[in-house]
């Protein structure tokens, strides 16, 4: 399996043979690898399952799942058999959906997500929220740990709010990550970089281009910077 490294890599690619090569030039540094909604619409799950098949890793499989919870139950049965290591929800679907998903995949840590790093506070009043995305963070987090989700996923500024909300045990998921070389945060707007993240009490961090966009310059330039970043975070 995995290592112990707190990195997850998205594999955020149209092409399934470079997925393989960036998990075999960066397996050294990377602890988990997330397959998100763009990797399962392109491959499907015989893509995930290839993945699985070919590479002894954990895998983080992205889907954020929001529908009634009958309809939440078959689709996480549904990906049970790719045995992937966590499984993401969304919390605002409520505590019966989420528990709907723990009990149909129980040897998989359903993660729940709560607000998307990619909204800021205007973002989060405009589509209904009553708080601010800090708070109403702490309370999707509370609410999908009380229906049995094991990891939760949220802003790195989030963190210490949730912490407080759930407690030690739970895993917390941090996107919204980028190295301090790093410029510009593409679609984040809640950004931090992974060692600040991890300090405040993260498990993992997620990290995408900052290292795969070093692919064209060749599978070493790749290597050495999932292993910089590795460093520079513990």
Same mark, same amino acid.
């Given at each position: 399996?995995?290592?112990?490294?707190?990195?997850?890599?998205?594999?955020?690619?149209?092409?399934?043979?470079?997925?393989?090569?960036?998990?075999?030039?960066?397996?050294?540094?990377?602890?988990?690898?997330?397959?998100?909604?763009?990797?399962?619409?392109?491959?499907?799950?015989?893509?995930?399952?290839?993945?699985?098949?070919?590479?002894?890793?954990?895998?983080?499989?992205?889907?954020?799942?929001?529908?009634?919870?009958?309809?939440?139950?078959?689709?996480?049965? +549904? %990906?049970?058999?790719?045995?992937?290591?966590? *499984? @993401?929800?969304?919390?605002?679907?409520?505590? &019966?959906?989420? /528990?709907?998903a723990v009990e149909s995949v129980p040897h998989t840590d359903i993660t729940a997500v709560t607000i998307l790093t990619s909204l800021s506070d205007d973002?989060?009043? +405009? %589509?209904?929220?009553?708080?601010?995305?800090? *708070? @109403?963070?702490?309370?999707?987090?509370?609410? &999908?740990?009380? /229906?049995?989700?094991?990891?939760?996923?949220?802003?790195?500024?989030?963190?210490?709010?949730?912490?407080?909300?759930?407690?030690?045990?739970?895993?917390?998921?941090?996107?919204?990550?980028?190295?301090?070389?790093?410029?510009?945060?593409?679609?984040?707007?809640?950004?931090?970089?992974? /060692?600040?993240?991890?300090?405040?009490?993260?498990?993992?961090?997620?990290?995408?281009?900052?290292?795969?966009?070093?692919?064209?310059?060749?599978?070493?330039?790749?290597?050495?910077?999932?292993?910089?970043?590795?460093?520079?975070?513990?």
């Amino acid at each position: 399996m995995s290592n112990s490294s707190p990195l997850i890599l998205a594999l955020d690619t149209s092409d399934l043979k470079t997925a393989h090569e960036w998990i075999e030039n960066t397996r050294e540094s990377i602890g988990v690898y997330k397959l998100g909604l763009e990797f399962f619409c392109m491959f499907g799950s015989k893509g995930v399952a290839e993945i699985v098949a070919q590479h002894d890793v954990d895998i983080f499989l992205d889907l954020k799942l929001h529908d009634i919870p009958h309809t939440v139950a078959g689709a996480t049965r +549904a %990906v049970a058999h790719l045995k992937p290591r966590f *499984l @993401t929800v969304h919390a605002s679907g409520g505590a &019966a959906m989420i /528990a709907s998903a723990v009990e149909s995949v129980p040897h998989t840590d359903i993660t729940a997500v709560t607000i998307l790093t990619s909204l800021s506070d205007d973002d989060v009043k +405009a %589509v209904g929220y009553a708080n601010n995305a800090l *708070l @109403t963070a702490a309370q999707l987090a509370a609410l &999908a740990v009380g /229906a049995g989700a094991r990891a939760i996923v949220c802003s790195p500024f989030e963190i210490e709010a949730i912490r407080s909300s759930v407690g030690d045990q739970p895993i917390i998921i941090t996107p919204g990550v980028r190295p301090p070389d790093s410029h510009g945060g593409d679609d984040q707007v809640r950004v931090m970089t992974p /060692a600040q993240a991890l300090s405040r009490g993260a498990n993992f961090v997620v990290i995408g281009r900052p290292i795969t966009s070093l692919w064209s310059q060749g599978p070493q330039a790749m290597k050495e910077k999932a292993a910089q970043i590795l460093a520079e975070s513990i």
